[in-house]
């Protein structure tokens, strides 16, 4: 396995991945699909720009197969016309309908939780709801990173979902009159705010809460919150993915097809959860030891396809409302 940035020339007996996931979650899980089946892949790791450099590509892309870390991205290739359905009753077994695509374009890998994190000095832990980060009780305590980050727009796609446009704007605006400060930094920088006694409440995905916890330098600042799990008494927490799509002119398509099973399959499963503290989305894969004590919750099963139809919607509001300025 290789990580490389100039054009590829693929062997016949290998796979390209063009991957937005980082390099110490994705090279053991590939590692170990070519020792069972002898087939090589060469990776492309990338921070952005992997659809446009597919779509440059054109026919001669050597890309096989892309690796997301949220469904935005996924989104992105299907509406540059980048990928291409794929019929497989292991996916299908694997994978709950919640998480594919109506028409097999894409699939969900791993999932995790949109949370809201409170200061265990300060509040404890919260019986609280997404609805509630408008609410006059939480007045100048919300931190949160930009409105405009893939992770915050799916959580507006399912509120437009849920509630309408109307009802939404209106949520954005009191959340955003909430903040204790302008929209930045990430996931983590909130819950290190919180820490600070800047803002009492924070935004953040589940898995930050692990990785901050094996980090010597953060962990007192994961130690400093509580994860609360929104609306447990309605439709439960918020729900987004990564995932995977099989490019349009993929070359390779039979071993593709081979990766993607296996991806899904309990082995990969088990080795997103331990190593990146993701909740499998293959169900017969348990969470890790750490992920299964912040306890069980309710799920929003709101379908990820959802998401996909609101996404340009909730980006529209954003910038209607002004969430980051």
Not at 137 to 148: D, N
Not at 180 to 205: H, M, S, T, Y
Not at 301 to 320: F, G, R, Y
Request: contains cysteine.
């Amino acid at each position: 396995m290789a990580t490389i940035s100039a054009p590829l020339m693929a062997a016949p007996d290998s796979v390209t991945v063009y991957s937005y996931r980082q390099p110490f979650l994705i090279e053991p899980i590939l590692k170990d699909f070519t020792a069972k089946t002898g087939i090589k892949v060469d990776v492309v790791f990338a921070k952005d720009g992997i659809a446009e450099r597919i779509k440059r590509e054109g026919r001669l892309s050597p890309a096989d197969l892309v690796l997301t870390a949220d469904f935005s991205r996924l989104m992105e290739l299907v509406e540059l016309d980048l990928v291409q359905p794929v019929a497989s009753d292991s996916l299908s077994a694997a994978i709950p309908e919640q998480f594919r695509s109506r028409d097999d374009l894409w699939f969900s890998l791993t999932k995790r939780v949109r949370n809201i994190y409170s200061s265990k000095e300060r509040l404890g832990a919260i019986d609280v709801s997404y609805e509630d980060l408008a609410s006059p009780q939480f007045k100048g305590k919300i931190c949160t990173r930009s409105g405009k980050h893939p992770y915050n727009i799916a959580l507006v796609a399912s509120m437009l979902s849920h509630h309408g446009e109307a009802e939404t704007r209106a949520w954005l605006e009191g959340f955003k009159a909430n903040l204790a400060q302008r929209p930045q930094g990430n996931d983590r920088a909130q819950v290190k705010a919180v820490k600070e006694g800047l803002c009492d409440i924070a935004i953040g995905n589940s898995y930050y809460l692990g990785s901050m916890m094996m980090d010597p330098e953060q962990q007192a600042w994961a130690e400093s919150v509580v994860i609360n799990f929104p609306n447990q008494s309605s439709r439960g927490a918020h729900i987004n993915v990564s995932g995977m799509a099989m490019t349009k002119h993929a070359p390779h398509q039979a071993s593709t097809l081979k990766l993607m099973e296996y991806l899904a399959s309990n082995e990969a499963q088990t080795k997103y959860a331990e190593v990146n503290f993701e909740y499998p989305v293959n169900p017969q894969v348990p969470a890790s030891a750490m992920v299964a004590s912040w306890g069980k919750f309710k799920e929003d099963h709101l379908p990820i396809q959802a998401l996909a139809d609101n996404h340009s919607a909730a980006v529209k509001l954003l910038d209607e409302v002004k969430f980051d300025l």
